[in-house]
């Protein structure tokens, strides 16, 4: 979307820059960028003589976490995990899956790795001693997420985040 954003802008100010002398009611041959290589309108589209764009394009970091879990009583689960998506890779034991969980959180209006909100009201229920925590960048931005299963409303966070999380164990 960025790139698009980028390129759309540029592109818009090159059609300016040749729309420029006509505009300005210069007469004869053209100037500028629709001049060089053709005397065509300046109404016709600028976009196949592009200059290189003066706009460094900003590059999209994939996204890339560890997570790191204990205590959820799946012994392959427990341990520190490389993840990378976009392309998928890294020593997750559900890499793929779980980068398509985040693809599909990321189209949400919410933040999976935000906190439970302090005045939450949460079900007094406890499951299990598991715990978690999720470093790297997500959609270009750092987190630091922490995780556990104390209360309902940690169960549930826990829960939206499963692959990337493992189910615990039933107890």
């Known amino acids: 979307m960025l790139r698009r954003l980028v390129l759309t802008a540029a592109a818009s100010v090159a059609a300016l820059t040749a729309l420029a002398p006509a505009a300005s009611g210069a007469s004869g041959a053209l100037a500028g960028p629709v001049a060089a290589g053709s005397a065509a309108s300046p109404l016709a589209s600028p976009l196949g003589r592009l200059a290189p764009l003066p706009l460094p394009l900003l590059e999209e970091r994939p996204d890339s976490f560890t997570v790191t879990v204990a205590g959820s009583g799946v012994t392959r689960a427990d341990g520190s995990f490389k993840l990378?998506?976009?392309?998928?890779?890294?020593?997750?034991?559900?890499?793929?899956?779980?980068?398509?969980r985040?693809?599909?959180?990321?189209?949400?209006?919410?933040?999976?790795f935000a906190p439970v909100?302090?005045?939450?009201?949460?079900?007094?229920?406890?499951?299990?001693?598991a715990t978690a925590r999720v470093t790297g960048i997500w959609r270009g931005?750092?987190?630091?997420?922490t995780f556990n299963r104390k209360n309902g409303c940690e169960i549930a966070?826990?829960?939206?985040?499963e692959p990337i999380l493992p189910a615990p164990a039933a107890s």
Not at 84 to 98: D, L, N
Not at 102 to 112: I, K, N, R
């Open 84 to 100: 990378e998506c976009g392309p998928v890779g890294g020593t997750h034991p559900k890499a793929k899956a779980a980068c398509d």
């Open 102 to 112: 985040l693809t599909e959180l990321a189209g949400s209006d919410q933040d999976p």
């Open 141 to 145: 931005r750092n987190v630091d997420a």
């Open 157 to 161: 966070r826990w829960k939206t985040m």
């Open 117 to 129: 909100a302090k005045d939450q009201m949460c079900t007094m229920q406890y499951g299990g001693d």
